[in-house]
């Protein structure tokens, strides 16, 4: 089994910055790709940004090119995520997704949600105003 746990949320006033971290730990013998998504109240979970382990492909969404930055430790199996210049719509929770196992990586992105078998619990980010 693999096990994912995000560190790092909080509480910051806009314009402020943020890290967080994720490990996989466990049956994690290779990784295709990790990612991070965050869910609002009322919203669906989306893909903010996202790492390929196989050529350092990255993705991120629209709505934070410019102010989030993904990185990896490939051999710690972890990623990080630096928000700066956050804003109150960035106010969500924010959830590590891993692949190690590849099953779905010719079906799906490694943007979609379904892609990923394993989930951290999620860590709280609010901005204020």
């Known amino acids: 089994q693999v096990q994912v746990v995000e560190s790092g949320g909080g509480l910051v006033q806009a314009g402020g910055s943020l890290r967080l971290s994720c490990a996989a730990s466990g049956r994690t013998l290779r990784m295709y790709a990790m990612g991070w998504f965050r869910q609002a109240p009322g919203m669906e979970r989306e893909c903010v940004a996202a790492?390929?382990?196989?050529?350092?492909?990255?993705y991120y969404a629209d709505s934070v090119k410019g102010r989030f930055t993904i990185s990896r430790a490939s051999a710690e199996n972890s990623v990080f995520l630096q928000m700066n210049s956050l804003k109150p719509e960035d106010t969500a929770v924010y959830y590590c997704a891993a692949d190690p196992l590849g099953r779905r990586s010719g079906s799906y992105l490694y943007t979609v949600a379904r892609r990923y078998d394993f989930w951290g619990q999620g860590t709280q980010v609010t901005v204020s105003s």
């Open positions: 790492i390929s382990w196989s050529d350092d492909g990255t």
